[in-house]
């Protein structure tokens, strides 16, 4: 019930194109969900995060869609750019926000 | 990030050496984690603090230790070093309060 559930693991888009990663839970006391972007040689960091009173939240190209029924949110991007090419972590923790539960990453590729 | 710091960024050792990675933090924040990162398996929690002196063990914790005397150091030390944490270790900082996780830059060891 702790697991966060990520697909796809690997993502290749043409430049322009709208790559959507998406994300699953069961635990419903989770009420915080943030994305994170990781590139080569770097440590993760927060893009853009979501909770439950909204049912999408944008910031620039990058949205956040969350789906309360069903227990799903997924990142959408927007114009993607080769720039964007990263592995990109959902996440999801209870209110106490201090231990975040992992998808497992997924590697997205954006060809120019 | 400026307000965490990872050291060293990269070490080679030996098996059966023990290995002491330095995460410090200036931000005066409560939650300190520690973190490993290998090809397919994502990020998986080796030990966290939530205090000075206050750690608990996380998925990954046989074979590492963590001590943490003062706010802002969180030291990872791994007893006698085997091939299979061969990894990027990354450490992580909250405050708990919403404001999601702060990466350090990584440290990338090697044991042969």
């Known amino acids: 019930q702790q697991q966060v559930k990520q697909s796809p693991q690997s993502l290749i888009v043409q430049k322009g194109g709208i790559p959507i990663i998406n994300c699953a839970y069961e635990?419903?006391?989770?009420?915080?969900f943030p994305w994170y972007q990781q590139f080569p040689g770097k440590g993760p960091a927060l893009l853009i995060a979501?909770?439950?009173d909204v049912s999408e939240k944008k910031e620039g190209r990058f949205t956040i869609s969350f789906n309360k029924s069903a227990k799903q949110f997924s990142l959408h991007i927007m114009d993607s750019q080769p720039g964007d090419s990263a592995t990109y972590f959902c996440?999801?923790?209870?209110?106490?926000?201090?231990?975040?539960?992992w998808g497992a990453g997924t590697k997205l590729i954006i060809k120019p | 990030d400026a307000g965490i710091t990872q050291s060293p960024r990269h070490k080679v050792t030996e098996t059966g050496t023990p290995v002491t990675l330095r995460c410090h933090q200036t931000?005066?924040?409560?939650?300190m984690y520690w973190y490993r990162q290998d090809p397919g398996h994502g990020l998986r929690l080796i030990h966290y603090?939530?205090?000075?002196?206050?750690?608990d063990k996380g998925e990954v914790s046989d074979g590492y230790s963590v001590s943490r005397s003062k706010t802002e150091d969180f030291l990872l030390t791994l007893e006698s070093a085997t091939s299979s944490q061969t990894s990027v270790y990354f450490c992580?900082?909250?405050?708990?309060?919403?404001?999601?996780?702060?990466f350090g830059s990584g440290t990338r060891l090697t044991v042969v």
């Open positions: 992580a900082i909250t405050s708990g309060t919403g404001d999601g996780y702060t």
């Open positions: 931000e005066n924040h409560r939650y």
């Open positions: 603090s939530y205090g000075v002196k206050d750690t």
């Open positions: 635990n419903t006391a989770f009420d915080y």
């Open positions: 979501i909770r439950p």
């Open positions: 996440a999801a923790s209870g209110r106490s926000n201090y231990q975040l539960i």
